[in-house]
DNA sequence: TTGAAAGCGCTAACAC
DNA sequence: GTGTTAGCGCTTTCAA
């Protein structure tokens, strides 16, 4: 290929992404793809053995089988798992389907992290994985994938307002497990959090802490943050508190509106001496507004977020969380999506929750693991 | 957990501690999956028919089309794209393959965001997304995913230490694209910012803004790393400086090992004021680590990072940042796979890319661009 | 304009 | 053990 192209002497005027401009050095080699009728021909026997060699079958001997495959090796082919599949009728693959709201990209940390665990689950299985996205517009890629073949089951990532959009891929027979909030009105098994839990956790540490005023920031048509909201009135209640409704802090989860939401009620914010934030992004950009502000963390206010992603004890101060144990979450979601493959009806999973106490909620405490 | 047919081998399987959904209720109908014949049959015509219309065939009458298009849609059948893709010898699928080194999972939200920009412009031309991953030791995966159909092409995010391990994928006729640093030694186009450039923008800006003695942070063998470390060296050469070696802390991506030698450099660090990080998560992880120390940004160190991930600008104080467009780069990854696919050869892309000025490099300047 | 028929690359009875 | 054969669900000549 040509040398590294020279760099644009001015970066601003060089949006220079004109690939489709192709060089017309040497010619893509169309790759002749070989097929088990070639592998046949190659070894002298028929395709039926190839097929079998291939795959293991008992009925060939060990010696014809490592010859066949080395054979095949040797010239790079690979059986064609589409051929295979429709042959079958079985599909090694799975689709993970991110929903979206409001047609935003997905941006948090979050889910990146249950992605790569789930893709570990799935590799370990030996399926692959194909990455959807479905809005509330267009709800029914979760149906599709499975109805037109691509793939055996569906693990979906984030639930909607009304999670009852989500019934319908489930009285239609698809396959399916779902990340989230347990709710009463769902059809289909949830891997998730106790959301509840993890709320009173939260607020009941920063109770502890000394705080007395403590806003809540969070949206509470969201399932799983109305449940964590849920468990910060608990908290309050059991000691005979009840939050001013003027410390609740109604946002959504994108980074940008937090921001917006979160400064603009600090202009007319109530005295407050605690927050608790439905998740560690939201509490970083609330933490850096306060910064603004001359407020600091945790000395005038005391912070805790939700998730436990990598950055939460990366940044300074860092921020004490509830956990989501993402690597069981993605196990879980993996073998109930297989359990239901097989005919089975798996069982909503509770997991674990703890509170990671670190710097944003105590002057003076290391980082640590806090349990409930 | 209590499911009597179906419990997922939870390898924690004490933590596990609730179960809150049904067991027994909605019958997990088989879902007798329609094909192109049930609907011919409904429609009283011949498969070839339906097949026609479903797919828009200008022979079909607009009248006929549409009266098998709704039928097709009001009994929920869809094509079976794995039958139709063998048929067609055709696949409308890409990989994406994530390579990670040394087997650590994916964790770089830049990774995440790019991930997402690709699967936008992916969707846009109707194609679907394997995820994938490969590591030094399996670096196959990629040309596996093509020679056995499952995709088309491939779009490789990230680079081996030695890039040369992608050369084999490409000459064996393999459609794809690279994110990455162009060498000159790869056969296979990428698409990339100039890192060179964003390495002496950012010390530049960190010379400029007064600082004497600019620490790099970042890992040499990696190519992108590599190359903004020799903006590095260009700009301090352009004022006749030469940093002296004991200010190159040489330290892997992943976050833990970051804090860990950083901190570790710091004992025994000589004086310096200013930093410049090869990613915004070392930027932060770097930033945090000072802190425990009493050393404050910018006040005492001023602190460049890379990437311009989300978190840069939320984080506090802000960083300042080389930005890496990676809506750009989406787009770009996938329209060279595409030209790919017709044939065509691509060129390699560069960028542009643009110090954004925050506050972790100045005192006292507002969010904003800051043009070289 | 529509239908019949021949495969796409592979697997699995069912023979031998 | 191995080969023959009949499809998997669809698209597309080719004929009508």
Request: proline fraction near 7%.
């Amino acid at each position: 290929m040509t040398s590294p192209r020279s760099r644009p002497s001015d970066p601003h005027a060089a949006a220079s992404s004109d690939v489709s401009a192709s060089s017309a050095s040497a010619p893509l080699r169309p790759a002749k793809r070989m097929q088990m009728g070639d592998i046949a021909r190659l070894a002298g026997v028929s395709i039926a053995t190839v097929s079998r060699a291939l795959s293991g079958h008992p009925a060939i001997p060990a010696a014809t089988r490592d010859r066949i495959t080395e054979l095949a090796r040797s010239v790079n082919y690979q059986v064609n798992v589409g051929a295979a599949s429709l042959r079958k009728r079985d599909v090694k693959t799975v689709a993970v389907c991110i929903l979206v709201d409001r047609l935003q990209s997905i941006s948090d940390p979050f889910i990146l992290s249950l992605l790569g665990h789930i893709a570990d689950a799935l590799d370990q299985r030996g399926y692959a994985l194909l990455l959807t996205r479905a809005s509330t517009e267009q709800p029914d890629t979760i149906t599709h994938m499975v109805e037109n073949g691509q793939a055996a089951g569906v693990i979906v990532i984030g639930q909607f307002i009304h999670p009852d959009h989500l019934n319908a891929p489930m009285l239609r027979g698809v396959p399916m497990m779902v990340w989230g909030a347990a709710l009463p009105s769902m059809l289909y098994p949830v891997v998730g959090t106790d959301n509840e839990l993890g709320g009173y956790l939260a607020t009941r540490h920063l109770l502890e802490q000394g705080c007395q005023r403590i806003a809540f920031l969070g949206e509470h048509q969201h399932p799983e943050a109305d449940l964590r909201h849920a468990g910060y009135r608990r908290a309050h209640a059991e000691r005979g508190l009840m939050p001013a409704p003027q410390l609740e802090i109604n946002s959504p989860f994108e980074p940008g509106h937090t921001r917006q939401r979160f400064a603009s009620w600090l202009t007319q914010a109530p005295e407050f001496d605690g927050l608790f934030c439905v998740s560690d992004v939201m509490a970083v950009n609330a933490i850096a507004v306060m910064a603004e502000r001359g407020i600091r963390v945790p000395h005038h206010v005391k912070v805790v977020g939700y998730d436990d992603v990598a950055m939460a004890s990366h940044v300074h101060p860092s921020i004490t969380t509830v956990r989501q144990p993402v690597d069981l979450a993605g196990f879980a979601l993996v073998e109930g999506l297989f359990a239901m493959l097989q005919g089975q009806r798996p069982d909503s999973t509770v997991l674990p929750t703890v509170l990671m106490v670190r710097e944003s909620s105590s002057d003076s405490v290391e980082d640590g693991t806090h349990a409930p």
